[in-house]
């Protein structure tokens, strides 16, 4: 069995971390997207939000859990038994940042290695952070995440109003 972990923070899923999670689940037996509970970042959906999103995208997907984590992403990885941590890689701008994690992973766990998948180029200008500034705005988003997380980008928005 090969097991992968694909570690992010996801607020929200949007179309790009879709595409990444569908291409990983054709490559490795078991995927496990892991939601990070991030207390230097402040989300906009709370940890509980972000997966049951995941949850509900991804429900298709019968090679795919979707669990919340915290701490290092390879000692998730081995609470999964997973060797591989996917990442996706947008542009050059990602790729520094994603040398120095995979490289400090690395060291820290010399027995997990970090898979890059390029992003599907229709995706490749995507982030949670423009969605977001879009959504804020009350723009359309249907472009750029699954319908039912337009739905509740919608409803955050209409309570900051
Ligand atoms: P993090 O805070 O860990 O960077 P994100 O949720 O922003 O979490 O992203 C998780 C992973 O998904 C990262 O590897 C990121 O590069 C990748 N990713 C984000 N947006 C896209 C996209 N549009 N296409 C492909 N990969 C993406």
Do not use: W
Not at 8 to 13: A, K, N, R, S
């Amino acid at each position: 069995m090969t097991n992968a972990v694909y570690p992010g923070t996801f607020d929200p899923c949007t179309n790009g971390h879709l595409d990444i999670i569908r291409r990983s689940a054709e490559l490795f037996d078991q995927v496990t997207v892991g939601v990070l509970r991030n207390s230097a970042k402040t989300p906009l959906f709370s940890i509980n939000e972000r997966v049951k999103i995941l949850k509900e995208v991804t429900s298709n997907l019968t090679n795919v859990t979707i669990l919340s984590f915290e701490g290092l992403s390879v000692d998730f990885a081995r609470s999964r038994g997973a060797k591989v941590i996917i990442r996706g890689l947008r542009a050059v701008t990602d790729f520094e940042y994603e040398l120095q994690m995979a490289q400090t992973n690395r060291v820290l766990a010399p027995d997990i290695d970090t898979m890059f998948l390029t992003t599907s180029l229709e995706y490749a200008y995507l982030s949670s952070t423009t969605v977001k500034e879009v959504a804020g705005l009350h723009e359309d988003v249907s472009k750029f995440v699954p319908s039912y997380v337009e739905g509740l980008l919608k409803e955050k928005f209409r309570e900051k109003k």
